[in-house]
């Protein structure tokens, strides 16, 4: 990110991780299916690194990659605007995402899309899918 320092950078790298791991541990105590991995990944990684700029953001910084704002990091004295409208944006990108997703895994449920049959379950989806074991 052109608005951060290295040092926070790295420090950003080690809370994403730890967040990460924290994550899994968490779904995996819940019983949650999701074998990728997804919403540690993709949902609380793209929370953190929406954050992060609203934390770490520099304005001597922003100023040298050409961002004429007047908000900048938490950590900075940027006050709380660019963490305000990072936190709408999160919040703005979940609600969209669940007004899509819910009803569309309503409907592949209705419909009985959503899971393997139990034999599938049973003897793999490599080789039921694929005629092998990958």
Known sequence: CAVIHPYA?????IVGGLLYIGSTMVILRLGIDDPLESFPIHGVGGIWGCLVPALFSDPALQAMNGYHVKSWGLFYRGGGLLLACNCIAILSAISLTL??????????????LLRVSEEEEVIGTDF?????YA
Not at 9 to 13: P, S
Not at 99 to 112: E, K, Q
Not at 128 to 132: C, D, I, K, M, T
């Open 9 to 13: 950078a790295v420090v950003a790298g």
């Open 99 to 112: 007004a899509i997703f819910i009803p569309f895994f309503l409907i592949m449920n209705r419909l009985g």
């Open 128 to 132: 039921g899918g694929l005629g092998g």
